[in-house]
T-cell receptor, first 111, second 113 residues
Framework: TQLLEQSPQFLSIQEGENLTVYCNSS?????LQWYRQEPGEGPVLLVT?????EVKKLKRLTFQFGDARKDSSLHITAAQPGDTGLYLC???????????FGTGTRLKVLA | NAGVMQNPRHLVRRRGQEARLRCSPM?????VYWYRQLPEEGLKFMVY????????ESGMPKERFSAEFPKEGPSILRIQQVVRGDSAAYFC???????????FGQGTRLTVV
């Protein structure tokens, strides 16, 4: 069974601080996605990483896919209150369409 | 182009009643996925459907739960004889093909009282 563990589970930081969220598995994924979900809403896709070692930047967010395609990280620079939300990673197993979602990291950025 | 539409947004049912959750995929999307999210947890895959076909229902509980995606109309997730443990947010996602990006709806929050 493929599992994705995210850490930390909860994170509360001050505006302007940097943070990193991790997504780890013992399984290989053909691609991995990061989503942000706000209360009462569905997940919204932030990025998809496909190639081992790939790094993608989205404004203040930097996403990295591990060389072995088993793990990923999300780094936020100078966090803002608007970054508050639940961050989910989701992996697509090799040859499958089913997305395995991580346990989530709940981020709160205080003004 | 409207996004994935789910209704109702909130649904309250008494134990033993039936819950019917609807999902209208984005225009041009013929692949639908249902996920369940329990409070403070990530999403768990339930079922994958294409028009008129169930492709994979490996995440569906064996009893009381069923799903369909008819030729015309929305996809329906049906839960019979609901129990308190069915209380959760149910999300639908759609895509134009199985290996392309799926877009999520806003979810239906089911509360069983």
């Amino acid at each position: 069974t493929q599992l994705l563990e995210q850490s930390p589970q909860f994170l509360s930081i001050q505006e302007g601080e940097n943070l990193t969220v991790y997504c780890n598995s013992s399984s290989v994924f053909s691609s991995l996605q990061w989503y942000r979900q706000e209360p009462g809403e569905g997940p919204v896709l932030l990025v998809t990483v496909v190639t081992g070692g790939e790094v993608k930047k989205l404004k203040r967010l930097t996403f990295q896919f591990g060389d072995a395609r088993k793990d990923s990280s999300l780094h936020i620079t100078a966090a803002q209150p608007g970054d508050t939300g639940l961050y989910l990673c989701a992996g697509e197993g090799s040859g499958t369409y089913k997305y395995i979602f991580g346990t989530g990291t709940r981020l709160k950025v205080l003004a | 182009n409207a996004g994935v539409m789910q209704n109702p947004r909130h649904l309250v049912r008494r134990r033993g009643q039936e819950a019917r959750l609807r999902c209208s995929p984005m225009k041009g999307h013929s692949h639908v996925y249902w996920y369940r999210q329990l409070p403070e947890e990530g999403l768990k895959f339930m079922v994958y459907l294409q028009k008129e076909n169930i492709i994979d229902e490996s995440g569906m509980p064996k009893e009381r739960f069923s799903a369909e995606f008819p030729k015309e109309g929305p996809s329906i997730l049906r839960i019979q004889q609901v129990v308190r443990g069915d209380s959760a947010a149910y999300f639908c996602a759609s895509s134009p093909a199985y290996d392309t990006e799926a877009f999520f709806g806003q979810g239906t929050r089911l509360t069983v009282v």
